[in-house]
């Protein structure tokens, strides 16, 4: 004769196997006197079985999604809610790159770039984040600037480093990123980078841009 379960044992072991441990039949929605007995008798066995020693039944880890599962959900919105604002940086101070003054004016991070008015119907989507870098930047010297964007790229505290998302200026219709500013030239900059999710939060993150001296860093964070 099996030993007998305290309610107590009894009422624990239940809430166990109904959070994860029934099998398929006991979970399945029947009703009536013979199905409430069934559950009773199949309680009182596992309770016998974990007091004769045995671990209690546990929930099975689902295995994990996919990656491409990830990447299909988040191009179809699934998890992403649309570009997201970030703080600008604390001292955001106007840097100079030779006499091209710059300064931040946006920061946004999203899974998706969408096509612009030209190239409506056009996506990116990514599993880390594509980082928006807005500028406002002006020639403030009395001669013609040169200054190429192409290689500007972000450094975090770590030292890694990640280059211009060219496909991502593509997609987005960005404006062609200017070589040269003329005297008293101002333009707005969009640049993109493809980044993991702690590069966005990361208080080391910089904006790289290389002068006619070397290497300018304008903080993001």
């Known amino acids: 004769m099996s030993p007998r379960v305290s309610s107590r044992s009894l009422a624990f072991l239940t809430a166990a196997l109904l959070l994860g441990g029934c099998t398929k039949e006991t979970s399945t929605p029947e009703g009536g006197p ?73 920061l946004e991070a999203s899974h998706s770039v969408k096509g612009g008015s030209s190239k409506v119907g056009l996506g990116l989507t990514t599993e880390d984040l594509f980082l928006r870098v807005e500028l406002i930047t002006q020639n403030v010297g009395g001669m013609p600037a040169p200054l190429t964007l192409d290689g500007a790229k972000l450094t975090d505290a770590k030292g890694q480093t990640y280059p211009l998302a060219r496909d991502a200026q593509a997609v987005a219709g960005t404006k062609p990123l200017p070589s040269t ?17 702690d590069a966005v939060q990361d208080d080391g993150l910089a904006l790289v841009v290389r002068g006619s001296g070397g290497d300018v860093r304008i903080p993001l964070r």
Do not use: I
């Open 34 to 106: 013979e199905a409430d007995a069934r559950t009773l008798e199949k309680l009182r066995a596992e309770a016998d079985r974990v007091k004769q020693g045995g671990a209690p039944a546990r929930r099975p880890v689902p295995p994990p999604e996919p990656e491409e599962s990830k990447l299909a959900g988040l191009a179809a919105g699934m998890g992403d809610h649309g570009p997201r604002k970030l703080r600008l940086p604390e001292h955001n101070d106007t840097v100079h790159v030779d006499t091209v003054a710059m300064k931040v004016t946006g």
């Open 181 to 197: 500013w003329a005297p008293e030239q101002r333009t707005e900059v969009v640049l993109f980078f493809e980044v993991p999710p």
